[in-house]
């Protein structure tokens, strides 16, 4: 799996929300190989470099999840959202994305595979 193409780039902290059983640990080495770091917690009370948000069909509003996520991201940074593909438990329709990401003040750059069950869907903020 190579993080670099979806955007992770060294010497970056990210964080990671959502975490459950079901997250692929493989992607989760290759971002942290691709950064030098560890994934960090929802409770990390620090400014971070990108956000990954493992986002189920059935967690929540999506919108407002969104918005959390903005809480310690730095201006101009990015969110990764990991949704179920297509077939998957929890998986999401891509319409919702589109719909939440503008309310949360996002704006959906790309979207792929992952290679595993999960895929993703990188959003941006808009610089001030």
Same mark, same amino acid.
């Given at each position: 799996?190579?993080?670099? *193409?979806?955007?992770?780039?060294?010497? &970056? %902290?990210? /964080?990671?929300?959502?975490?459950?059983? #079901? $997250?692929?640990?493989?992607?989760?080495?290759?971002?942290? *190989?691709? &950064?030098?770091?560890?994934? %960090?917690?929802? #409770?990390?009370?620090?400014? %971070?470099?990108?956000?990954?948000?493992?986002?189920?069909?059935? +967690?929540? +509003?999506?919108?407002? #999840?969104?918005?959390?996520?903005? /809480?310690?991201?730095?201006?101009?940074? @990015?969110?990764?959202?990991? $949704? !179920? *593909?297509?077939?998957? !438990?929890?998986?999401?329709?891509?319409?919702?994305?589109?719909?939440?990401? !503008?309310?949360?003040?996002? @704006? &959906?750059? $790309? &979207?792929?595979? $992952?290679?595993?069950?999960?895929? %993703?869907?990188?959003?941006?903020?808009?610089?001030?």
């Amino acid at each position: 799996m190579d993080a670099a *193409k979806w955007g992770f780039i060294p010497d &970056t %902290v990210i /964080q990671e929300l959502g975490w459950d059983e #079901d $997250t692929d640990d493989e992607l989760r080495d290759a971002i942290e *190989k691709v &950064t030098g770091s560890g994934l %960090v917690g929802g #409770d990390i009370g620090d400014v %971070v470099d990108g956000v990954i948000l493992w986002w189920r069909d059935g +967690d929540g +509003d999506l919108a407002d #999840d969104l918005m959390d996520a903005l /809480q310690d991201l730095v201006e101009g940074g @990015s969110i990764w959202l990991l $949704t !179920p *593909k297509v077939g998957q !438990p929890g998986y999401v329709e891509g319409a919702e994305i589109g719909e939440a990401a !503008p309310v949360a003040g996002l @704006s &959906t750059t $790309t &979207t792929s595979s $992952t290679g595993g069950n999960w895929a %993703v869907t990188k959003l941006s903020t808009h610089k001030r």
